[in-house]
């Protein structure tokens, strides 16, 4: 039974939350235009620019998602001592999100995904990227700042994009000094580190994660198949949720197993929507909601920013209003 008495009062209980976000933060950039013709100099389109624009990405846009829902977030990371690593931290000093857990380095190189758009839809995608694992000083520098910011954080998230910033030792170390101070932990994962996040309180892959994750297969639209999908995972974690597309969100956990289907949507882009889920599950994981509560409020948010052109933060009333229309708390 949740402690809140209406929905009003539980949105409002975000804004008294700290957030720590440990993972791989980017930058997001765009480039819009409209395609006229075909190159002559190969079979590819012309893209004639329009504006370009940069955003926050990857991690950095969980912690988007979590100052739209209201709460604190406190982004942890090493990005690379460059141009992308200064615009970095410039927009994070713009949007008023604290930068005392961001460790600049020589050694790495700030991740910039680049999308080339034209009629909203996406024509091209350019990575520039390390996806090594930290070294050692750099590595002991970003546990250093976490284990000095966990104390005054009432939840961790994991946003894992297998760029390098996680590691098994950077896992271990972190959850078990979440779990020491009593601090719920919540995991966005990736493949390369799907089996290192033992003693976790929520752990949340896509149906493609948990498949290549675990090498099974699984049917969304049976609750058996799903349920016998996350049981090894149960095993380390306390809750697990699946995110399914247009099949909506899995959970299990002690209390049971429970399927919520998806809203009906205008589906316009689908990039960031698992961003949005791990914030809005984090943060209802830190005040003590159920798991069907997680999931379903998680999975009503992360239909409303795929309504949204490009990756962009949760609208915390829109999503506020419809929690209040379904009834879900």
Not at 190 to 208: A, D, M
Request: with cysteine.
């Amino acid at each position: 039974m949740s402690k809140f008495q209406t929905v009003e009062e539980l949105f409002e209980a975000f804004n008294e939350l700290k957030v720590l976000i440990i993972g791989d933060m980017m930058v997001d950039s765009y480039v819009w235009g409209n395609v006229s013709r075909m190159s002559p100099e190969a079979p590819v389109p012309v893209v004639l620019v329009e504006k370009r624009e940069r955003r926050l990405g990857g991690a950095a846009n969980v912690a988007l998602n979590i100052q739209a829902l209201g709460a604190t977030p406190v982004p942890c990371a090493v990005i690379g001592d460059d141009l992308a690593g200064q615009f970095f931290l410039n927009r994070l000093a713009e949007k008023e999100i604290p930068n005392d857990g961001i460790i600049v380095s020589s050694a790495r190189e700030t991740t910039v995904k680049e999308r080339v758009l034209s009629d909203d839809k996406h024509v091209l995608r350019v990575d520039t990227e390390t996806d090594r694992p930290l070294d050692e000083s750099d590595q002991a520098a970003l546990l250093e700042r976490v284990k000095k910011l966990l104390p005054e954080c009432d939840v961790v998230i994991f946003q894992d994009y297998d760029k390098g910033v996680l590691n098994e030792e950077v896992i271990r170390v972190v959850v078990e000094e979440a779990n020491r101070l009593g601090v719920p932990t919540a995991v966005d994962p990736k493949k390369r580190n799907f089996l290192s996040y033992s003693g976790v309180t929520l752990f949340k892959p896509n149906l493609k994660e948990l498949k290549e994750g675990l090498g099974i297969d699984v049917d969304p639209t049976k609750l058996e198949s799903l349920s016998n999908g996350v049981s090894k995972l149960l095993r380390t974690s306390k809750q697990v949720m699946t995110t399914l597309s247009e099949y909506g969100v899995f959970i299990e956990s002690e209390d049971g197993a429970h399927h919520i289907p998806a809203h009906e949507r205008d589906i316009v882009d689908v990039s960031g929507a698992g961003d949005t889920v791990i914030s809005i599950a984090a943060v209802t994981l830190a005040l003590n909601l159920s798991p069907k509560q997680i999931a379903a409020i998680s999975n009503l948010g992360g239909g409303l920013v795929c309504e949204d052109v490009g990756v962009v933060p949760i609208d915390k009333y829109s999503l506020q209003e419809e929690t209040e229309k379904n009834n879900l708390l």
